[in-house]
C-alpha cells in the first residue's frame, strides 16, 4: 500500500510535511498510505500530524493512524491512543487501539 503514495502521485515522499499533506487527500487510500509511512519512519514529530486522524471518518485510515502510533510510542502516543479507546465507537477500531496500547505498555517494560 505504501506504493500508492510513494508512486501514485509520482512524487518521492520523504518528509513528514509532504505526508501530512496527504492525510487531507480526498482519497481515503491516500490517506491511509500517507499514516502508514509515518509510522515506518517512527519519527516522533509526526505524532502531532496523526493524532486529529485518529477522528477521521474513514475507520481503515483511523486504523493507520493507530498502528502509526503504535510504532512511533512515547507517552503522547499512549495519552492520546488511551483517549481515543474511550471515545472510538467502533469495535474493529478498538480492538486496533487495545492491540496498540498492549505492544507500547510491553516496549516500555521491556526496556531497561
Known amino acids: 500500500m505504501l506504493d500508492v503514495i510513494l508512486y501514485r502521485t509520482g512524487e518521492e515522499m520523504k518528509d513528514i510535511a509532504e505526508l501530512t499533506k496527504k492525510l ?3 482519497d481515503s487510500n ?8 509515518l509510522g515506518l519512519m517512527a519519527d516522533e514529530r509526526a505524532v502531532d500530524t496523526l493524532i486529529p486522524v485518529l477522528e477521521n471518518k474513514n475507520r481503515f485510515v483511523r ?3 493507530i498502528l502509526a502510533l503504535g510504532k512511533i510510542g512515547g507517552s503522547r502516543s499512549v495519552e492520546h491512543l488511551t483517549e481515543a479507546l474511550n471515545t472510538e465507537n ?5 480492538d486496533f487501539i487495545r492491540k496498540a496500547l498492549e505492544r507500547l505498555q510491553s516496549k516500555e517494560s521491556a526496556s531497561p
Request: no cysteine; glycine share 6%.
Open 24 to 26: 487531507g487527500d480526498k
Open 90 to 94: 467502533d469495535e474493529f477500531v478498538k
Open 30 to 37: 491516500i490517506r491511509r498510505s500517507a499514516a502508514e509511512a
Open 63 to 65: 486504523q493507520e493512524a
